[in-house]
């Protein structure tokens, strides 16, 4: 797991109960702590029974915590009331796994043990992630304290179904560490700059059908969409991704919208955005799709090399009408375009931006082969509106995706 900057140095309560499911718990801390977060062990009675301390210390480089009286720990909490300092000034208070017991604790406010007395001190958001055996999950018992515990403001990762370690198939398995994380990304990204906005991303490619088993598309794999889709989640927006690739994960707290052609994803465009706060138009949309679309599969004949001529002709263009929509609703009221240009880069892109009416727009040199298409890094300049222009150095497409929110999330508050 690469560096976050949202979990960069922010405090998390880890709290682990007994499961056996904690071996993903032991993940989930190293891979919190490699993205930057500083992640405090709680471990209860039970979670001692299946694995040690030093397990959980070893990834983190942090003390853990699992005895309610213990004092100082040299650990430079702000009181040597442990569950006090911890709870005050952390930023999330995770319990994963939370077994059946944890939760039910948890919903009443029982105050027994390090976790429970740390989760009525702490104010900041809490999620659990259930996880349990042979069908505890379903009991009514359980779902009235993750009712409640809901009600209360808590954040219910729901389990995945699957094989249990009793050999039974059902609902009560912990997720997968990235899952897991999405949805602390979520949580934490509330305070950021996009809270309450809604924002629209578009990414990949657009396929233009030849016939039903074969299309014309291009090179863009939608990485640099999905990233600013995520980018939009970390800043507290409310994020629909327009595309036409699901080989990608899809950012937790994402409404995912799958199209093919330019046409389709002209539709959704504007049906997605009606009272959008932002456009943010990173798919490579086709400019030309083949004029007819075979209803059947195209065949070849075998004793001839002739082979069939496709006639192209232009493709909607999405910014354009957006244009128009703007001009008469004033909606989305940020829009941002992308250009992958192969020459003359930005004397192309501020005649694009003009053109398509944009607020800015994200300008990409495609012929360097670290930037732009497929690979994980990009190197861009961002143009304004206003006449100026920011160039970002070579970096994850993640961090660009950061920048461009940041940008919008300000054009926003103007
Ligand atoms: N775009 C669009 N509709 C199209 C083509 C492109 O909305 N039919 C959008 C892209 O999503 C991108 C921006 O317009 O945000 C610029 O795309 P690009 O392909 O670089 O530019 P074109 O408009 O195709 O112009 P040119 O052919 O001159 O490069």
Not at 136 to 160: F, S, V
Not at 218 to 236: C, E, L
Request: glycine share 8%; hydrophobic share 45%.
């Amino acid at each position: 797991m690469a560096y976050i900057t949202l979990l960069h140095q922010k405090r998390i309560i880890l709290a682990v109960t007994g499961s056996i499911a904690v071996y993903k718990a032991v993940d989930l801390a190293s891979k919190l702590t490699q993205a930057g977060a500083l992640v405090d062990v709680i471990m209860t009675e039970a979670a001692l029974q299946f694995i040690t301390p030093l397990t959980f210390q070893s990834v983190t480089g942090r003390p853990v915590y699992t005895n309610l009286w213990e004092v100082g720990h040299g650990s430079g909490l702000p009181t040597h009331i442990a569950h006090v300092g911890l709870g005050e000034g952390a930023d999330l208070l995770v319990v994963a796994p939370a077994t059946a017991n944890t939760l039910a604790k948890l919903a009443h406010g029982l105050a027994d043990d390090l976790l429970s007395v740390t989760a009525l001190a702490a104010r900041c958001p809490l999620i659990v992630a259930p996880a349990m055996d042979g069908g505890m999950y379903l009991h009514p018992a359980m779902q009235a304290n993750l009712h409640t515990l809901r009600e209360r403001g808590a954040i219910i990762i729901e389990p995945d179904e699957g094989r249990f370690a009793s050999g039974l198939v059902g609902k009560g398995r912990l997720p997968e560490t990235p899952a897991l994380i999405g949805h602390m990304r979520q949580a934490l990204g509330q305070r950021g700059g996009l809270k309450g906005r809604q924002i629209i991303v578009t990414a990949g490619g657009t396929r233009e059908p030849i016939d039903p088993v074969r299309f014309i598309t291009n090179r863009s794999s939608g990485k640099q969409g999905y990233a600013i889709a995520q980018a939009a989640v970390d800043a507290g927006g409310s994020v629909t991704l327009i595309t036409t690739t699901h080989d990608l994960p899809l950012p937790v707290g994402v409404t995912r919208v799958m199209v093919g052609s330019a046409a389709e994803m002209l539709h959704a465009v504007l049906d997605h955005s009606t009272q959008a706060d932002a456009l943010i138009m990173a798919a490579a949309v086709a400019d030309f799709r083949p004029d007819r679309v075979a209803e059947q599969k195209i065949k070849k004949k075998d004793d001839s090399q002739e082979a069939p001529t496709l006639t192209l002709t232009r493709t909607p263009d999405i910014l354009m009408q957006i244009k128009e929509r703007r001009r008469t609703s004033g909606f989305p009221r940020v829009v941002v375009g992308f250009a992958a240009e192969s020459e003359h880069l930005l004397a192309h892109a501020r005649a694009k931006l003009e053109r398509k009416g944009l607020d800015m727009l994200v300008a990409n040199d495609i012929t360097a082969p670290d930037a732009g298409f497929e690979v994980d890094t990009n190197r861009v300049v961002m143009l304004d509106a206003d006449g100026s222009q920011t160039p970002l150095d070579l970096a994850q497409k993640s961090w660009i995706a950061e920048a461009i929110i940041a940008r919008v999330a300000a054009k926003l508050q103007d």
